[in-house]
């Protein structure tokens, strides 16, 4: 051997480094690309395994197709509609067949023009309540009680605690931590690849809902679909969060969304201005006001504007992300036994 050489610790020669290089490492450019590489395939990877769809998402899938056959019967029989209903204690015509009798005495020659002033008012008034009531009926209840307070947030956590939560549940999650990228790199990536099933379930299943309702649903889509797009965002988010924080997310979600959501968004005050479901009833009311869907009671309920209430669901998106963020890169996750 060579003298004037170092020597390695298995004492070998420390090949030289030229200085210009700065050694083996890779130029920046590639370690950008590589980590952009290495996060894209988590996204697709994340995806593939949302697609193996667990036992809450078939769940919720057959309870939307329960929900849909219901609305669907309903179309059939003109549920929706006030066409078929009577005065009270269902004695006399319907509220279209007095309409429709109102027309008959305005044709009679000898009848005073006044006479007939009112009762072309009148016949109007009752025909224009029936034309839109199907849409006010199928609001509240296919809309309002059925979809946002029960569907929307069922189609959420089936999914959104699943992306953590099934993780920690496997043990794949220490091994995916081991990997090459930061914290808040897979906290993001995890949470992309999660948005498209859960706003395809979320804005498919509304979609299917409406379509079941015939017209008064496909009205109910056109103006009611960006309100389900933003609670979804924040739905997800939140659930989402609740996977990084429980090892049990799942518990914690239905908790929330089916004790606490309720309980909170039906109270009086500005309590309920914590709630997802207040917001995006908000943004519903803002876009049908024109076909007179309104709070029951507004001094109680106290709504906020629609942009509002779209600025707040954007805001909290990104709230709940930034706090699962930093959540998930502090923590400490052990293999569950």
């Given amino acids: 051997m060579e003298t004037g050489q170092p ?24 370690v950008t690309l590589s980590g952009m590489r290495a996060w894209c395939y988590l996204v697709w990877l994340s ?7 667990s036992q ?10 329960f929900a849909a056959a219901l609305a669907a019967i309903f179309t059939a029989k003109g549920a929706w509609s006030m066409r078929s209903w009577r005065w009270p204690y269902r004695q006399g015509p319907t509220f279209l067949q007095w309409a429709d009798a109102m027309q008959i005495v305005m044709s009679v020659p000898d009848a005073s023009a006044g006479g007939q002033g009112v009762q072309a008012a009148l016949a109007a008034a009752v025909r224009g309540v029936v034309e839109y009531s ?17 569907l929307l947030p069922l189609f959420n956590l089936s999914f959104a605690t699943e992306a953590l939560g099934g993780e920690r549940e496997s043990n794949c ?7 090459p990228l930061p914290r808040w790199a ?8 999660l948005l498209p099933w859960t706003l395809g379930l979320s804005l498919g299943g509304f979609g299917l809902l409406c379509l079941a309702g015939g017209r008064p649903g496909r009205l109910a889509f056109e103006l ?38 309720v309980i909170l968004g039906n109270m009086p005050g500005y309590l309920k201005r914590i709630s997802i479901g207040f917001y995006t009833r908000c943004m519903m009311f803002d876009a049908a006001s024109a076909f007179g869907i309104h709070p029951e009671r507004p001094d109680v309920f106290l709504p906020v504007e629609g942009t509002t209430a779209l600025a707040v669901l954007l805001g909290l998106t990104l709230g709940f992300l930034g706090i699962g963020v930093v959540l998930f890169s502090r923590a400490q996750y052990q293999e569950m036994v």
């Fill in 224 to 261: 009611y679909w960006p309100a389900v797009l933003a609670a979804t965002l924040a739905f997800s988010s939140l659930f989402y969060l609740l996977g990084a924080w429980f090892r049990r997310p799942a518990v914690a979600a239905i908790v929330y969304a089916f004790f606490l959501e």
């Fill in 7 to 30: 020597l390695g610790r298995a004492g070998g020669v420390t090949p030289r480094m030229p200085a210009e290089s700065g050694g083996l490492a890779p130029p920046a450019h590639l």
């Fill in 186 to 193: 897979i906290y993001l990536g995890k949470f992309v690849a």
């Fill in 134 to 150: 199907g849409f006010a009926i199928f609001s509240h209840w296919g809309v309002f009680l059925l979809f946002l307070s029960f």
């Fill in 47 to 53: 995806w593939q395994r949302q697609a193996r769809a």
């Fill in 173 to 179: 999650l220490i091994w995916l931590l081991s990997r």
């Fill in 56 to 65: 809450m998402v078939w769940i919720a899938v057959g309870l939307l197709a």
